[in-house]
Structures are given as structure tokens and as C-alpha cells.
């Protein structure tokens, strides 16, 4: 028998669990590092399947390891199974996990005793991006690849990315009442209200998304604060360019700070993510599986997401492809509406899609040895074209603390 027909084949048998354990994710939405009945469901299922599970990775209680097999070449799948404050699973994750993991038993079924397979479970993609974590203790270093798909709008084998530098400014003054207001209260709420609106005016300046929120303004109207905070979210389409908005931001608000006599500190409230590094070997592997699906894919280069999926792409090759719902062509991500749209029969037919073209790209890649070397090559000439563009911007890896 054909070796992927007999993957489809194990796959139809125990497809309704995983779409079970889909339904009940959506229906039990969990925060990031929440994810306790989530992470435990994808856990017991791939014990089942034969996996040997470690649990609480890293420290983290909702994340895990599951591996089976040995040997090269060590082939891995990310899961990721967080929600969405109020929104729920308006970003797909309750298939993310089940996919991945029905690509990853499917490919155990045909692994005739030479190969690894690992799943990863990554809890908190939202927020906190355990992938980041993982990958500055080395958690990713044994794979030759990392594989994942994304729920979406349509069907694509490459996406456009763009990273995340989230900033905090924290401002310090000085407290008294309000009746009482003088030369002898520094006002933190007005230095944030004012690099706020210095903010606003700068971005038409810079080529970057830039949204902050008051995170912190306050207790009483008729006390001055001495503490307010402004959280940000500065998303670019290159490194050079978060690193030109970073520093024009950071001078704003210090200038700021400066005239009004206020302390201010800036440090990130949670891990930067790069922008993608993508592959086009790896890509043509996910394209000529969904194909065979009869899958149709679609190439917008207005497709633009971030993900801490991007920090693992600078490390080893990574496939993070989208695929679509059918029905969902005009919905948004982190909406309720593309939340319900997952456990819906166009999102169960998605998840099956999925499952399928991973667990293909899986196969393709573990079966041939030129396959994998191509991706290599392009993993390796990538790198070597950002570094180019490093030395061109005067980029370097920086924190604002």
C-alpha cells in the first residue's frame, strides 16, 4: 500500500477524537497558561497513540514533550491550544493542537524504526510565547525541522509576517492630593498622557504598526498619581525597522519624562518576536500535499500575522502554513464569529485537510534525504541574506531593559 494512503487511512479511524478534543477546547476556553484541561487532553491522547509523554516542560505545567521513534532525522510538531480573553479560540489554536498532533501519530504509522517524532506543546502563543523560552534553553535544538498550520481565511503555504517588540514605560512621581496640587507633585498620569499623544504624532513617521493601552493610571481622582504605565505593541516587517521605531518611541517618551520631571523606565513586558524566516523548499513540500488534497492555495502577500512561531524559524528550518475554512473568507482573526467557525463541519473538514498535508509534509521530508538537505540549503542561505541585512540597517538583537 501506498505509504501515505495508509497514513489517510489511520487518520479516518481516529479522527472524531480529535475532533472531540477540538469541540471541547472551544467549549472550555483556557488562557494562556491555563491550559491545564487542554494541554492534559493532547497529552493522554498521544499516550495513547504510543508517545512517550514528559509533562510540565520546562517548568511550564502546561506545556509537553511527546516523542517516538529515534534517530535521524528528528522531525517536529508545534501545538498550540491558549484562547483569547472573552474572544475564545477566535484564533484557531483549539485545532492547532489537534492538528499537529494527528499529523504527528499519522507519521508514526509508516516511521519503520529509523527517525524521531516530537511534539511540543507551547502553551500561551498569545501572551507570554513559551516558544521563546523553549528556544533560549534549548528545547528546539534537536530537531532538523519544526511543522505546524494555522487555521485561516484560505488555504496558503507562506505568510507574511510581522514581528512584535512589546515596550513598557513605567513613569515615576510624585503623590499628593489634589486640592493640594503644585510645583511639589510630579503628575505620572499626565507624563503618560502625554507621550501617548507624542506617540500618535510620531507614527505617521515610521514604518510600523504601533497601539498601547494605559495599563496603569491611578487609584482616586482626588489623588495625583505617582505611577502610570503605557503598554505597546510595536509590530514591523523587518528587524531594522523595529529597531529604527523602538528607538524613536523610547526617545519620545524620555524626552517627555524629562520635561515634566518624571523617572521614567522602559522594559518589555513579554518576549519580542522576530519577523519569519521562510522556506521554500519546505513550502513546495506543504504545496505539493495539498495538491494532492486537492486543496486550493491562495498567494496574498497582504497575508500578515506574528507569531513566537518566527523566533524558531532563525534557529531551524519551520513551516507555518495556514489553512483555510471554507465560509470564513471575509471573518478576521480574534473574533468570535472565526472561533465558532473552527467546530463548525467547514472546520472539521479543515482540520482533517490539515492533519493530512502535515502529516504528508512529514513523510516527504523523513523519506527523502535530498528533500531535507534542500531545506538546509535554504535555511542556511536565509540566515546569510538576514545577516546581509543586518550589517546594510546597523541591526543587532537589543532589549529595552
Not at 517536529?76 to 492538528?99: K, M, N, Q, S, T
Not at 505617582?226 to 529597531?243: G, S
Request: charged share 20%.
Amino acid at each position: 500500500m501506498d505509504p501515505k494512503q495508509q497514513m489517510f487511512d489511520e487518520v479516518e479511524s481516529w479522527l472524531a477524537e480529535l475532533w472531540e478534543i477540538s469541540r471541547r477546547m472551544y467549549e472550555h476556553p483556557e488562557l494562556g497558561l491555563e491550559e491545564n484541561e487542554s494541554a492534559q487532553m493532547l497529552e493522554n491522547w498521544l499516550d495513547r497513540r504510543g508517545f512517550l509523554v514528559e509533562r510540565g516542560l520546562c517548568g511550564v505545567p502546561t506545556a509537553f514533550r511527546a516523542v517516538y521513534g529515534s534517530g535521524r532525522p528528528v522531525i517536529g510538531f508545534l501545538c498550540e491550544y491558549d484562547a483569547l480573553p472573552e474572544i475564545g479560540h477566535g484564533c484557531g489554536h483549539d485545532l492547532i493542537g489537534v492538528i499537529s498532533a494527528g499529523a504527528a501519530a499519522a507519521l508514526k504509522t509508516v516511521l519503520n524504526g529509523q527517525g524521531t517524532i516530537v511534539v511540543y506543546g507551547t502553551p500561551d502563543e498569545e501572551v507570554s510565547c513559551t516558544k521563546v523560552q523553549f528556544l533560549d534553553e534549548g528545547v528546539f535544538d534537536e530537531l532538523d525541522v519544526a511543522l505546524m498550520l494555522h487555521p485561516y481565511k484560505h488555504t496558503c503555504t507562506q505568510i507574511s509576517s510581522m514581528g512584535i517588540y512589546p515596550i513598557q514605560f513605567e513613569f515615576f512621581g510624585k503623590k499628593c492630593h489634589a486640592n493640594e496640587a503644585g510645583p511639589q507633585c510630579i503628575n505620572a498620569l499626565d507624563a503618560a498622557v502625554m507621550s501617548y499623544v507624542s506617540i500618535n504624532q510620531i507614527k505617521q513617521y515610521l514604518d510600523a504598526n504601533i497601539h498601547g493601552i494605559v495599563k496603569n493610571g491611578g487609584v482616586l481622582p482626588n489623588i495625583i498619581p505617582d505611577y502610570a504605565c503605557l503598554q505597546y505593541f510595536i509590530r514591523c516587517d523587518a528587524q531594522w525597522k523595529t529597531e529604527l521605531a523602538v528607538q524613536r518611541v523610547t526617545r519620545c517618551v524620555q524626552g517627555v519624562a524629562d520635561s515634566m520631571g518624571v523617572q521614567m523606565k522602559a522594559t518589555n513586558f513579554s518576549a519580542a518576536n522576530t519577523t519569519f524566516l521562510n522556506n521554500g523548499p519546505l513550502e513546495d513540500v506543504l504545496k505539493a500535499n495539498l495538491d494532492r488534497l486537492g486543496e486550493p492555495v491562495t498567494v496574498d502577500p497582504r497575508d500578515r500575522i506574528s507569531t513566537d512561531a518566527a523566533n524558531v524559524s532563525f534557529r531551524i528550518p519551520t513551516l507555518h502554513g495556514m489553512i483555510g475554512i471554507k465560509g470564513c473568507e471575509q471573518m478576521d482573526l480574534h473574533t468570535k464569529e472565526f472561533a465558532d467557525a473552527t467546530v463548525s463541519p467547514a472546520g472539521q473538514n479543515a482540520t482533517r485537510t490539515g492533519i493530512l498535508a502535515l502529516a504528508g509534509t512529514a513523510y516527504d521530508i523523513w523519506e527523502s534525504a535530498s528533500v531535507l538537505n534542500r531545506i538546509r540549503q535554504a535555511f542556511c542561505l536565509g540566515l546569510e541574506e538576514e545577516r546581509k541585512k543586518e550589517e546594510k540597517y546597523g541591526f543587532h538583537k537589543f532589549s529595552a531593559e
